[in-house]
């Protein structure tokens, strides 16, 4: 047995184990997985190790392999419970320095053994970040080599950027769109093979910029994260980099990007809808984007799905062959999409998305997105050879929401909240052979006719309790006849709302129907038992109210007990075996005596019931299941007709006796009357 074991940072990992198909206009990213094979062995451990993890929560998700379909009753196979335990345990870095953005910094790092370990807080609006090496040598005054991760790993990429700096040159590197408001770790190794230690300068500088409508989007900000508190490093964190020009950071702030303020409105759990302020459509321009910021930082919003539809008025855009594009992206909007059109920030790839005036609409559906603060940046391109079109301008409407399931799983899904360990996430259950995410793969899936089909015969082969109910009726077992009705009718009527496509029909609370339907099953086989067992009649209706009443408790207990069908039938079968071997042992001879009894009615009886319990405990699957549990119906009804005694012999079939409404009963005097001879 294997176990597959899926790792993501930020929401729950994104698995199709069973390879289906995903939504159209879905984006799917792979997560960090692992197998486990289980052996013999009790207890199997096994450990991943995660250097530098960013910093947030993490997500484990653990399966089995594809099971193999069969319906199984409870009681009849032994289950093989797996359990999965996930521990982990943490290494902190205590009083790590921090790197303050534009102040050339000192460090020394110990050996090659002990790498060096800052931070540094990304400020808001930072569009660019620069980072410096310099005056690196060794104590023994030799030329350094080092090398410099920045950032953190998140599974299964890692997009951590590396820089090696050789010798005693100044070395950099630089960032574009770094997260914001998030401290950067920075960590710094020898590649020495001495135990000497190394001393170096290490400065980082920002580039920041404020959006086109200030006053709007500040403030809607600040009213979005009035309950977050101040974050640090928040101070300062509009300065501009260390030795640039004032009027360098005045044009960047005056072009950098244009806002548009977004209201969060919460409809349900894992339920959102973006709100613009300044309505849904968008003014898109060429000089600068235009970013919305969408808000799913509240740690129960990555069970969802965030989907995000633009839809392009054609009549506003000035120029034939312009197009818009958009991205979407984590942490820090993308900013240079007009020079790079390129989705990606310092540390993630985003998701793109166009729309131009012979394509005006794009969607975008991301699955499980993480926790945190998402951008959709929007700029406009103009198509080259046309001009000068820095008027031009283009009008998008933006529809942004999350959704516990896209679409609501479609007509043949059912949205389903699920929670695990105190944390709340959507999927959808499938049904008539449809599967995928949302319910959207019809590789597998029933057509109609087949669905109808299944219908008529999980419905109709009930109305072979007929014969059952006529034979009851003929030999005047009334109340036997009732139970095998009621049966019939709940059970049809159960299978005609239990069916999983549109051919579907109930006429009251599925709950209600299918305890009806197993309570009708179970008192249908006592009831038959007991009447073959030919007790007194006082007690046979004694044993059928107090079986029925005990049946009835035992369902509400446990509905799918194999014990619910077998303890009355083995309580019944020791019933009739008794009687009958006091009927044999008072006549003195076998009961039931006569062979026809025997070879044209209970050997069929029991051949057909035998037949029928087989096929329902070990030849029901998923997908044969509307036509074996078809074929349990018709055997169990037949054998209920063969399996029913005869009536007494001394009893005409509907003999019933003369009364008067008065209470007084006409007798017949057969005696011969005597007359006196006179």
Not at 344 to 373: C, K, N, R
Request: hydrophobic share 40%; charged share 10%; net charge positive.
């Amino acid at each position: 047995m294997e176990i597959t074991v899926h790792f993501r940072h930020g929401a729950p990992p994104v698995i199709n184990p069973l390879g289906t198909r995903f939504p159209a206009n879905a984006t799917v990213r792979p997560s960090y997985n692992i197998s486990i094979t289980l052996s013999s062995v009790v207890q199997n451990t096994t450990f991943v190790n995660v250097t530098t993890p960013a910093a947030g929560d993490w997500f484990i998700a653990a399966h089995l392999p594809e099971a193999a379909g069969r319906i199984e009753v409870k009681g009849f196979s032994t289950p093989c419970p797996y359990m999965f335990q996930a521990d982990m345990f943490v290494l902190r870095l205590t009083d790590m320095p921090v790197l303050e953005p534009g102040v050339p910094m000192p460090h020394t790092v110990v050996s090659p053994a002990k790498p060096l370990h800052v931070k540094v807080f990304v400020p808001k609006h930072a569009s660019g970040m620069r980072f410096q090496l310099s005056s690196c040598i060794t104590s023994e005054q030799r030329a350094c080599s080092v090398r410099v991760l920045l950032g953190s790993i998140t599974l299964p990429q890692s997009f951590q950027r590396s820089l090696t700096c050789t010798g005693s040159i100044n070395c950099s590197l630089a960032l574009d769109s770094p997260p914001w408001e998030k401290w950067l770790q920075i960590m710094v190794e020898s590649l020495g093979t001495t135990n000497a230690s190394v001393s170096l300068e290490m400065l980082a500088s920002f580039t920041v910029c404020r959006p086109g409508s200030t006053s709007s989007f500040l403030n809607f900000i600040s009213l979005n994260q009035s309950q977050a508190g101040a974050r640090p490093g928040a101070a300062g964190s509009s300065a501009p980099a260390a030795g640039e020009a004032p009027h360098n950071v005045s044009s960047q702030r005056s072009s950098c990007l244009q806002s548009q303020p977004v209201v969060r409105e919460d409809l349900d759990v894992v339920s959102v809808r973006y709100r613009l302020l300044n309505g849904p459509s968008v003014p898109v321009n060429p000089l600068s984007p235009t970013v919305l910021l969408l808000n799913l930082n509240t740690g129960m919003d990555s069970g969802g799905s965030l989907v995000v539809n633009l839809l392009l008025n054609k009549t506003s855009v000035s120029l034939a062959n312009a197009t818009v594009v958009a991205c979407v992206s984590a942490a820090s909007p993308v900013l240079s999409l007009n020079a790079t059109q390129n989705c990606s920030t310092a540390f993630s790839h985003g998701y793109p998305l166009s729309v131009s005036t012979s394509s005006g609409e794009a969607m975008l559906i991301v699955l499980y997105p993480q926790t945190d603060d998402w951008f959709l940046s929007l700029q406009l391109l103009c198509p080259r050879g046309q001009g000068d079109c820095t008027s031009a301008e283009a009008k998008v409407t933006v529809f942004a929401y999350l959704t516990p399931c896209f679409n609501d799983c479609g007509p043949y899904g059912q949205c389903s909240l699920l929670r695990r360990h105190g944390y709340l996430y959507a999927g959808c259950s499938c049904k008539a052979g449809w599967g995928g995410w949302s319910c959207t793969d019809d590789t597998k899936a029933q057509t109609v006719g087949a669905q109808n089909l299944a219908t008529l015969l999980l419905t109709l082969s009930n109305l072979m309790f007929l014969p059952a109910i006529a034979v009851a009726v003929y030999r005047y077992y009334l109340v036997e006849a009732s139970v095998y009705t009621y049966t019939m009718f709940f059970s049809t009527f159960y299978h005609a709302c239990d069916q999983p496509g549109v051919a579907v029909m109930c006429i009251m609370d599925y709950d209600t129907l299918q305890y009806c339907d197993f309570l009708g099953s179970v008192v249908s086989i006592w009831v038959t038992i007991l009447c073959m067992a030919r007790v007194k009649k006082i007690l046979k209706y004694v044993l059928f109210i107090l079986g029925t009443l005990l049946i009835a408790m035992s369902l509400q207990l446990d509905r799918r007990g194999v014990w619910n069908m077998m303890g009355p039938c083995l309580f019944a079968l020791v019933i009739m075996v008794t009687a009958w071997v006091h009927h044999g042992a008072k006549r003195r001879h076998c009961y039931p005596s006569s062979w026809k009894r025997w070879v044209f009615y209970l050997l069929p009886g029991i051949t057909l019931a035998f037949i029928a319990i087989s096929v329902y405990a070990f030849m029901e699957t998923n997908e044969n299941y509307f036509y074996t549990h078809s074929i349990w119906h018709v055997l169990v009804a037949c054998s209920v007709a063969f399996l029913l005694p005869p009536r007494d012999k001394h009893k005409k079939p509907w003999a019933w006796s003369q009364k008067l409404t008065c209470r007084y009963q006409i007798c017949q005097n057969d005696r011969e009357e005597l007359y006196a001879v006179t």
